[in-house]
Each structure stands twice: as C-alpha cells, then as structure tokens.
C-alpha cells in the first residue's frame, strides 16, 4: 500500500525557510511524477510544484517560481520543498502527491495525482 508521509511544516516570519520532506513508501517501482499541493484556508487547493522521475523535469506554479525548489532523493524514497522568502500568502496545508500515469508529466492539476499524504501546515506571518 503506497504511503506518503510529509514532515518539516511549521511557523515562520515572512523572509524565512522552511524544507519540507516526504518520505514514501509502498511501492516497488518508480513513481512517474511526485509533487507538492497547497490549501490555505478557504480556498481551493493548487499544485505548487511537480518532478517528472524521467529526467527530473520540474515544474511551478508562477506564484513560488525563484523562491521554491522541489527536489528528491531516489535511494531514501524521499520528496522535498525547498522554500525560502516566504510570505503571508504561501500559509496553508502542504501534501504530497504521487502518480504512476506518465500523463503527469508537467501537470500542476489535482486530477492527475492518484495519491496523497496526510498535510503537514505551514503557516508565515507578516
């Protein structure tokens, strides 16, 4: 049974880090694609950015281009999130996602990820 378990969330100031990990587990072969999706309150939840396994392709949403970085380490199973000079407006319930379709490639939409962790919160005051 596949699982995706995020770590790393928390508070911080506006300008500050935070790197986000998920640690998966599972499965035999490798995912197609693996990312992270927002949800701040009230809102709909966005991708915020994705890696495409063949090749390493990355991919953002325009909102967190120059300030986030996603990235994994295929021997630990391991997806992170990077983020720096964060602001009010990057607050909400991170997840990460899976998918073993490789029409995933490059796609931020939800309907293309087939998994998903439980959130871990991070919250950036002003």
């Known amino acids: 049974q596949v699982q995706l378990v995020e770590s790393g969330g928390g508070s911080v100031q506006a300008g500050g880090s935070l790197r986000l990990s998920c640690a998966a587990f599972?499965?035999?072969?490798?995912?197609?694609?693996m990312g992270w999706f927002r949800q701040a309150p009230g809102k709909e939840r966005e991708g915020v950015a994705t890696i495409y396994s063949g090749g390493g392709s990355t991919y953002y949403v325009d909102s967190v281009k120059g300030r986030f970085t996603i990235s994994q380490d295929n021997a630990k199973n391991t997806l992170y999130l990077q983020m720096s000079g964060l602001k009010p407006e990057d607050t909400g319930m991170y997840y990460c996602v899976g998918s073993f379709s490789s029409t995933c490639r490059g796609s931020l939409s939800r309907i293309e990820y087939n998994y998903w962790g439980q959130g871990t919160q991070v919250t950036v005051s002003s």
């Open positions: 599972g499965y035999s072969y490798s995912m197609y694609c």
